[in-house]
Antibody, heavy 117, light 111 residues
Framework: VQVVQSGAEVKETGASVKVSCKTS????????IHWVRQAPGQGPQWMGS????????TFAQKFEGRVTMTRDTAITTANMELRRLEPDDTAIYYC???????????WGQGTRVTVSS | QSALTQPASVSGSPGQSIAISCTGT?????????VSWYQQHPGKAPKLLIF???RRPSGISDRFSGSKSGNTASLTISGLQGEDEADYFC???????????FGGGTKLTVL
């Protein structure tokens, strides 16, 4: 299983960022894909997840209304877009595949997003 | 919802055993068997060590074990090795709006 994310981004306050996640080595529609972020010096934070088989996404309340999660089954890729960025959104964003049990089995390398004021 | 509570740091000597606690509430750790533990080396993505409280994924050493009592889960590392020096995080499924909670992380130092 491989999970490869898009490259680092630098954005200004108020902008949006889209992070993509290309997966391979397993049946893409079989397992949920989660997005987790980790701000500098802090513990990780769950943002939400998407069921690749039907495209239904579930978000943490903190991000409701500001995040969109999509997938493209033809190219086994998932995407996460976060809008109305603030400096507090500066973090490493991880795409993670879960094979069940609410555990995060396969992690991408992370995408650093820096938001400047 | 608040993050799960972990000690900021623990330490041990090579060959010793240490335990890291992860305290939640009756809405998460206390009622869920979906408790996991992760190891994270600096600059690297986390790695799954334990899932469903005490199950190890294929390839994870049996020096790592998990348990739970009430609202507190624990990760025990036996036979400490230098390579175990890392940050460790717990997670738990929760009934709240944020379906997964993370612990704040514990830095393990191998003396």
């Amino acid at each position: 299983v491989q999970v490869v994310q898009s490259g680092a981004e630098v954005k200004e306050t108020g902008a949006s960022v889209k992070v993509s996640c290309k997966t391979s080595g397993y049946n893409f529609i079989a397992y949920d894909i989660h997005w987790v972020r980790q701000a500098p010096g802090q513990g990780p934070q769950w943002m939400g997840s998407i069921n690749p088989s039907n495209g239904v996404a579930t978000f943490a309340q903190k991000f409701e209304g500001r995040v969109t999660m999509t997938r493209d089954t033809a190219i086994t890729t998932a995407n996460m877009e976060l809008r109305r960025l603030e400096p507090d959104d500066t973090a490493i964003y991880y795409c993670v595949t879960s094979t069940g049990f609410w555990a995060f089995h396969y992690w991408g390398q992370g995408t650093r997003v820096t938001v400047s004021s | 919802q608040s993050a799960l509570t972990q000690p900021a740091s623990v330490s041990g000597s090579p060959g010793q055993s240490i335990a890291i606690s992860c305290t939640g509430t009756g809405s998460d750790v206390g009622r869920s068997n979906f408790v996991s533990w992760y190891q994270q080396h600096p600059g690297k993505a986390p790695k799954l060590l334990i899932f469903e409280v005490n199950r190890r994924p294929s390839g994870i050493s049996d020096r790592f074990s998990g348990s739970k009592s009430g609202n507190t889960a624990s990760l025990t590392i036996s036979g400490l090795q230098g390579e175990d020096e890392a940050d460790y995080f717990c997670t738990s499924h929760t009934t709240g709006n944020t379906l997964i909670l993370f612990g704040g992380g514990t830095k393990l130092t191998v003396l």
